[in-house]
C-alpha cells in the first residue's frame, strides 16, 4: 500500500509548514496567521489587564487559542507602547481594556533627551512580561509552533514617547528633533530584539503609526523608514527573515516597502491583487482581512470573502500568510475566528 | 572585528554577546554554494534555536569563529538541501552506507549527496518527538533505533527536498534501518537497493576478503552505471578527482582527531568533535565549503595546542566513546564531569579510512571500506581502545546504546567483556528531553570508579 500523501489533509505542523516559507518552498499549504494577540485573551476568559501584565497568563491565552483555532504561529503583542513605557512613558492598565498612554516621556517644553532611559528589558516596564510569555511559550510548544514576537518600530515608539500631536507636527517643524528620539527608540528596540531572540522569540516589527494613513509617502521615506531598516539590518545579521506589519491603507507606501529589507510584508487596508503585482516577486505577503468584518461580519460573509482572499493570495510567487489586515478585535466571536480559519484551510493548498 | 577569546566552552546566550563583536563582512565573507543572496550562513545559536532547535538552550559550544562557522554550517543544511534543487542541483540520498557511495556521487557535476539518516539528531536538537511520533504511527515500534525519524522526515518533506534518486545499502547494515528504508519505499519512493557484503571473513584471508572486493565494486559499478543513467556523463577520470577529494577530508579528519586527543589539553570540545567526525560522510552537502571550515578549525586547533590552552581542565580523565550519541547533550554532560574523550569509535570510521589512489577506482573504494573497523569484528573494532587503555591514555570506556539498533544489542556485552580491564559505562540513550537525574549519577558513579582505580 501507498502511503504517498496525495491528499488534502495537514502533515505538516506550523513550525515545519513557516520553516518551508521563509526558504522560498512551498508547503502542505498556506500559513494561517491571523493576527490574534488580545482577543486571545477573551479565548481563555482573562482579564485583560492579567494578559498583559502578566507573561506566562499571555502565553497560556496564546496556547490556548492555538488549541481551539489551529492556526499557524503564537503571537506575544498586547499593545504598541511597550518599549516606550520601558523608557519612560506612563501608561494606565485599565481591568479590561489595553493600556492607555498617560503620561509621554517627553512631555512640557522643558523636557528633554536626557529624560529617555535605555531600558533593559529584563527589568523595566513590561518587557519582562513579553520576554516571559515567550520563553513559557517557547518551552510549552515552540518545537511544534513558531513564536513570533511583535516590537514596536521606532517611529511608533517615538510617538508613544511623545504627545503624538506634537510629534507628528515635529516631523515638518523639528525634524532633527524628531530623527533624535527615532535613533534612541531603535536602540532600544535593538536590545529588546535581543533579548527575545535569546528567549526563543522571532521579532516582527510593527510600525501601525507609520501608516499611510497616518504620515505622507515623503514623511515615511524620512522618518520611519531608516527606523524599520536600522532595526532589519540587525535581525538580518543573525539570518532571521523579518516580518514588517504596517496598519491602514498602505497603498501610497507600497514603492517604499521594498526599500525596508523586509522579508515579508503584513499588509492592512490595500488592494491584495495591487499587492502582489508590486511586491510578490520580492516580498512574501501577508494579508489582509478586513478587521471590521471579522469582528462583525456574518460566518458566511467572512467564509467567502476570506476564500476569495486566498485564492488571490496563494498565487504571490515568494510565498503568503493568510492573515487579518490587522488584530483581530479582541470581542470578535470564536465563531468568526474559526470560519475565517476553516474557510483559509479549505482553498489555502499548494500540495496535492 | 571579532577575534578569539580565551578558549571555552559557552552558552548561547554567551554566544549571542560574542556575536555582537562580529563585523559585516566576516557575516559576508562565508557562503554556501558561492551565493552572497541565501547562502550566508554565520549565524549564532540563538538563530537556530528560534526556527525550533531548543537544546540548544542548554548546550555548550566552543567560543571560536571556526565552531561558530561550523555550526551555522551544519544547522544550515536542511535549507541548503532545498537551495541546490533551487538552483538546479540534483539531490541525492544515500543511506545505510557510510560513507563511499557519496564519493561516486561527488563524480557528478552539481550533484550533491546527504544522508538521510542524520535527521536522527533531529529530535533531539528540537527537544521534540514530533517525526518519532509520527514513524511509530506510520509502524516502526516506539523501541527502535531513532533513526526512524528518516521515516517522518521522507513522509513530512520539509526537512529535505524529494531526492532525484536514493541509494539504500542493506546487507550487513542496522537492521532497523533495514526495516525503514523498506517502509520509505512503501511511501512511494524508488531505492536503488545495493547490498553490502557480511563481515569480512578475518579466519580465511585472503579469499574471504577478495570476494567481498569484488563483490562491492560490482555493486559500486551499479551505483555508477546509475548515476550516469541519470546525469549521462560518464567520465572516470573524475572519480579519481573525487578520490582525491574524499582522501583530503578524510586526512585532515584523521589530523584534527589526532591533535585534539593527543593534545595536554583539550583544544576542542567532544560535541564540535563528533560533529566533525560525521561530516566525513558527505561534507554536509557542500563538500568544498566543508574543507575550508576544517581548514580553519585546523588553524584554530593548531595555534590552541601550540599555546598550551584548550577548553578543559588539563586533569580531565581521558575515556574513549563507543557508538556515537543521538542526544549531542550527552557529551556536554560527560565533559561537565571531567571527563574527557581521546578516542571515538563511531560507526563514521568507517568514512576515514584512506583510498588508495594508485589502483582501479571502485576497486579502491572497496578495498577501503572493507578495512574499516565496523565491517571488521568486534574485537577489531574495540583493537585501537584496549591500545590506548594498555599504554595507559585511555581510563574508562562509555558505550552509548540505540535502543532497537541491532550492531548495538550484539556487541555491547561482547565490547564490555574484551575491555574488562577497565571501567566501562553502557548507556542507553534516553529519548529527546529525557535524560534524568539517574543517568547523571551513574555518569558520576563512572567518573568516580575510574578516579578510584
Redesign the interface.
Known amino acids: 500500500?501507498?502511503?504517498?500523501?496525495d491528499k488534502k489533509y495537514e502533515?505538516?505542523?506550523p513550525?515545519?509548514?513557516f520553516?518551508?516559507l521563509v526558504?522560498?518552498?512551498k508547503?502542505d499549504r498556506c500559513n494561517i496567521i491571523p493576527l490574534i494577540t488580545s482577543h486571545a485573551a477573551a479565548v481563555t476568559g482573562i482579564s485583560l489587564k492579567d494578559y498583559y501584565t502578566n507573561g506566562t497568563a499571555m502565553a497560556k491565552a496564546q496556547i490556548a487559542a492555538i488549541e481551539e483555532y489551529g492556526h499557524d504561529a503564537i503571537s506575544i503583542f498586547s499593545e504598541v507602547g511597550i518599549i516606550a513605557e520601558a523608557m519612560g512613558s506612563e501608561f494606565i492598565y485599565p481591568d479590561d481594556d489595553l493600556p492607555v498612554l498617560k503620561k509621554p516621556a517627553l512631555t512640557g517644553l522643558k523636557q528633554t533627551m536626557d529624560c529617555l532611559r535605555q531600558p533593559d528589558p529584563k527589568k523595566d516596564g513590561r518587557l519582562p512580561v513579553y520576554l516571559e510569555a515567550i520563553d513559557y511559550a517557547?518551552?510549552a510548544v515552540?518545537?511544534?509552533i513558531?513564536?513570533l514576537a511583535y516590537v514596536p518600530a521606532p517611529f511608533t515608539t517615538g510617538m508613544m514617547l511623545s504627545d503624538p500631536n506634537q510629534f507628528l507636527l515635529d516631523t515638518i517643524k523639528n525634524p532633527q528633533r524628531v530623527k533624535k528620539i527615532i535613533e534612541i527608540s531603535l536602540n532600544a528596540a535593538i536590545e529588546f530584539c535581543?533579548e527575545i531572540?535569546?528567549a526563543?522569540?522571532?521579532p516582527i516589527l510593527v510600525d501601525p503609526l507609520a501608516s499611510g494613513s497616518v504620515i505622507s509617502p515623503k514623511a515615511f521615506r524620512d522618518f520611519a523608514l531608516p527606523g524599520e531598516q536600522g532595526l532589519i539590518n540587525f535581525l538580518h545579521?543573525?539570518?532571521?527573515d523579518v516580518i514588517l506589519h504596517i496598519c491602514g491603507d498602505t497603498t501610497p507606501l507600497l514603492d517604499s516597502l521594498i526599500l525596508t529589507g523586509a522579508d515579508l510584508i503584513s499588509l492592512d487596508r490595500v488592494d491584495l491583487n495591487l499587492a502582489i503585482q508590486k511586491l510578490a516577486k520580492k516580498i512574501r505577503i501577508i494579508g489582509n482581512f478586513d478587521t471590521t468584518k471579522i469582528g462583525f461580519g456574518s460566518t458566511d460573509e467572512i467564509a467567502k470573502e476570506v476564500k476569495e482572499m486566498v485564492r488571490i493570495g496563494i498565487k504571490a510567487e515568494k510565498g503568503y500568510i493568510a492573515s487579518t489586515g490587522c488584530e483581530v478585535p479582541i470581542r470578535t466571536p470564536v465563531e468568526n475566528v474559526k470560519t475565517f480559519i476553516s474557510a483559509a484551510k479549505e482553498v489555502g493548498w499548494y500540495w496535492g | 572585528m571579532f577575534r578569539d577569546p580565551k578558549p571555552q566552552k559557552i552558552s548561547l546566550s554567551d554566544w549571542s554577546q560574542q556575536f555582537k563583536l562580529v563585523g559585516e563582512e566576516q557575516i559576508k565573507k562565508f557562503t554556501y554554494y558561492r551565493n552572497p543572496e541565501w547562502g550566508i550562513y554565520l549565524s549564532p545559536p540563538a538563530t537556530f534555536m528560534v526556527y525550533g532547535a531548543r537544546e540548544l538552550k542548554r548546550l555548550k559550544f566552543d567560543n571560536s569563529m571556526a565552531s561558530l562557522r561550523l555550526w551555522g554550517f551544519v544547522f544550515n543544511e536542511s535549507e541548503r538541501l532545498f537551495r541546490a534543487k533551487q538552483i538546479g542541483k540534483r539531490v541525492i540520498a544515500t543511506m545505510g552506507d557510510l560513507g563511499t557511495v557519496p564519493v561516486i556521487i561527488m563524480a557528478f557535476p552539481h550533484c550533491i549527496p546527504f544522508y538521510p539518516e542524520c535527521i536522527w539528531w533531529t529530535p533531539f536538537f528540537k527537544e521534540s518527538t514530533v517525526l518519532l511520533d509520527v514513524a511509530t504511527e506510520m509502524g516502526i515500534p516506539e523501541a527502535a533505533c531513532f533513526s526512524k525519524a528518516t521515516l517522518a522526515a521522507f513522509y513530512k518533506k520539509a526537512y529535505f527536498p524529494k531526492p532525484d534518486l536514493i541509494f539504500a545499502s542493506t546487507g550487513a547494515s542496522c537492521d532497523d534501518y533495514s526495516c525503514i528504508m523498506q517502509q520509505i519505499e512503501d511511501l512511494g519512493y524508488d531505492p536503488f537497493w545495493l547490498e553490502i557484503p557480511f563481515r569480512r571473513d578475518d579466519l580465511n584471508p585472503p579469499l574471504g576478503g577478495l570476494r567481498q572486493e569484488e563483490y562491492l565494486i560490482s555493486e559500486y559499478e551499479r551505483v555508477w552505471n546509475r548515476m550516469v543513467e541519470l546525469t549521462g556523463i560518464n567520465d572516470k577520470n573524475r572519480l579519481i578527482q573525487s578520490i582525491k577529494k574524499a582522501n583530503r577530508l578524510r586526512s585532515l579528519v584523521a589530523n584534527l582527531k589526532k591533535l585534539t586527543y593527543e593534545a595536554s589539553i583539550a583544544p576542542l570540545p567532544a560535541l564540535e568533535m563528533m560533529t566533525i567526525e560525521f561530516g566525513n560522510l558527505y561534507g554536509y552537502a557542500d563538500s568544498d565549503e566543508w574543507l575550508n571550515i576544517l581548514e580553519m578549525v585546523q588553524e584554530t586547533i593548531c595555534n590552541r595546542v601550540k599555546q598550551g590552552v584548550g577548553v578543559l581542565e588539563e586533569d580531565a580523565i581521558p575515556i574513549a566513546w563507543i557508538t556515537p550519541s543521538a542526544d549531542p547533550l550527552l557529551l556536554n554532560l560527560v565533559e561537565d564531569f571531567g571527563l574527557r574523550i581521546v578516542e571515538t569509535e563511531y560507526v563514521i570510521n568507517q568514512a576515514l579510512v584512506p583510498i588508495e589512489e594508485d589502483i582501479e577506482s571502485f576497486r579502491a573504494l572497496a578495498r577501503s571500506f572493507l578495512k574499516a573497523s565496523l565491517i571488521g569484528s568486534t574485537k577489531e573494532r574495540v583493537k585501537r581502545i584496549i591500545d590506548g587503555v594498555n599504554n595507559g591514555r585511555i581510563k574508562g570506556v562509555l558505550i552509548t546504546n540505540m535502543i532497537g539498533a541491532s550492531h548495538c544489542a550484539m556487541e555491547t556485552r561482547l565490547m564490555e567483556k574484551m575491555l574488562s580491564d577497565v571501567p566501562v559505562l553502557s548507556i542507553d540513550v534516553p529519548a529527546p528531553f529525557g535524560i534524568t537525574e539517574q543517568l547523571r549519577t551513574r555518569i558520576a558513579a563512572f567518573t568516580e570508579t575510574i578516579k578510584n582505580k
Not at chain 1, 1 to 5: A, E, K, P, Y
Open positions: 500500500m501507498s502511503l504517498m500523501v502533515i505538516l505542523n513550525r515545519e509548514r520553516g518551508l526558504i522560498d518552498e508547503p517557547y518551552s515552540g518545537d511544534k513558531p513564536i535581543y531572540i535569546n526563543g522569540g522571532l545579521r543573525y539570518d532571521f
